[in-house]
């Protein structure tokens, strides 16, 4: 039976449910996507973060694991030219803050003062490279513009998505051929931006209509997806959710923070790489916000913080130190579940929501 959830995206993309499951810098590897793909939904690779041949390592550990399509997600931080290398004129690195170093000290993460690596021009064109050899089915951009790309793409047979946190950067990324459009409200986890997930999703939808819609940020239940698909989305883009499941590749302890939060210990900041990010809140956060400190530009904030202090919580199980995106309604997931029972739970909840919005029935008996 054809699930009452199928859409347009379904066919454009060759998946049976309209749920995706974000792209998760390092987080989401060939376990999680596999799994999702599996499950009916749309798997990613979080490829933020990885070089050109760990990119590659991922895709063909997926492609052991599912015949199913799925995606690679990097992140695009400035405007990457396509020839040229405009590394060069970046400037160095400012060593970390005395007060980071003394936490460094207090967990015993030693005085390596070594750089996060850096998202250069460079690295984003190896990874792109990449993942056009590899004819990944699906590219997405998780920030930036990725029209420089569209023609190379499309000639190999893939499709490209773009996340965009306004109309007028979705206009701008349908214009430049996007085959799917993904609506990222401010409620999200990680990188986001100052529209809320309820204005934004209609106005994208407007702006770019006939291009294609998904809505991300704050959507973790069956409840999110029919609110999404009532916006004009066709399909769900999930980060939060999908971050707390046995297949996401990061500490148990951070998972377990995902599944007790509520909306008051997530927070904005720009501490960890420049950029406006969405995070639960640590000691990390506290003590950046009261250092009164300027971030740096992404993407030397990132690379001054170090290495040690972005894997922190993700590799070690350091919550007061290390970075934990996670969306505004993390306090929704109590409990940390395997991916593909999250898509069938998504799918079950979405169904049972449906029928009682059926014409006729009266509110209160919904
Ligand atoms: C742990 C985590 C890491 C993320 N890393 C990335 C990333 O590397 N690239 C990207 O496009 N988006 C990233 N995001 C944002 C997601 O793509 C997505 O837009 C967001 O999670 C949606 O909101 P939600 O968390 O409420 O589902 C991340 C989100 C989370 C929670």
């Given at each position: 039976m054809i699930s009452p959830l199928r859409t347009p995206l379904c066919d454009l993309l060759g998946i049976e449910y309209p749920i995706m499951q974000a792209g998760m810098g390092?987080?989401?590897?060939s376990d999680l996507c596999a799994a999702v793909s599996n499950a009916g939904g749309l798997g990613v690779i979080g490829?933020?973060?990885?070089?050109g041949e760990e990119v590659r390592d991922e895709i063909r550990r997926v492609r052991d694991k599912t015949d199913r399509p799925f995606a690679v997600d990097i992140i695009?931080?400035?405007?990457?030219?396509?020839?040229?290398?405009?590394?060069?004129t970046m400037p160095p690195v400012p060593p970390p803050p005395a007060w980071l170093v003394e936490m460094w000290r207090e967990h015993g993460l030693?005085?390596?003062?070594?750089?996060?690596?850096r998202v250069t021009g460079k690295l984003i064109r190896k990874q792109v490279a990449v993942i056009l050899e590899e004819r990944v089915p699906i590219f997405v951009s998780g920030?930036?513009?990725p029209s420089w790309l569209v023609p190379d793409a499309h000639a190999q047979g893939m499709k490209v998505m773009a996340l965009v946190g306004t109309p007028r950067a979705a206009q701008r990324v349908a214009r430049g051929g996007a085959d799917v459009v993904i609506a990222q409200g401010?409620?999200?986890?990680?990188?986001?931006?100052?529209?809320?997930t309820f204005s934004l999703v209609p106005q994208v939808v407007d702006a770019v209509a006939p291009t294609p819609v998904a809505a991300a940020g704050g959507i973790v239940d069956g409840r999110g997806v029919v609110a999404a698909l009532a916006l004009g989305a066709v399909g769900v883009w999930l980060g939060t959710r999908f971050a707390?499941?046995?297949?996401?590749?990061?500490h148990p302890a951070y998972k377990q923070r995902i599944a007790e939060v509520?909306?008051?210990?997530i927070i904005i900041t720009?501490?960890?790489?420049?950029k406006t990010c969405r995070v639960i809140r640590n000691r990390f956060t506290e003590t950046w916000e009261k250092s009164g400190e300027e971030a740096l530009p992404m993407p030397l904030q990132g690379a001054r913080i170090g290495k040690k202090t972005h894997g922190a919580?993700?590799?070690?199980?350091i919550t007061e130190l290390g970075s934990m995106p996670a969306g505004?309604?993390?306090?929704?997931?109590r409990a940390v579940l395997p991916a593909g029972e999250v898509v069938r739970r998504l799918v079950a909840e979405a169904e049972a929501v449906l029928p009682r919005l059926?014409?006729?029935?009266p509110l209160a008996a919904r």
């Open positions: 390092l987080i989401a590897r490829a933020s973060g990885l070089s695009l931080p400035m405007n990457v030219p396509v020839a040229g290398d405009a590394d060069a030693g005085e390596d003062m070594t750089p996060a690596m920030l930036g513009d401010y409620d999200g986890g990680g990188h986001t931006g100052r529209v809320g707390a499941t046995d297949e996401a590749r990061s509520g909306p008051d210990d720009k501490g960890y790489s420049g919580a993700r590799e070690l199980g505004q309604a993390a306090g929704l997931i059926a014409p006729g029935r």
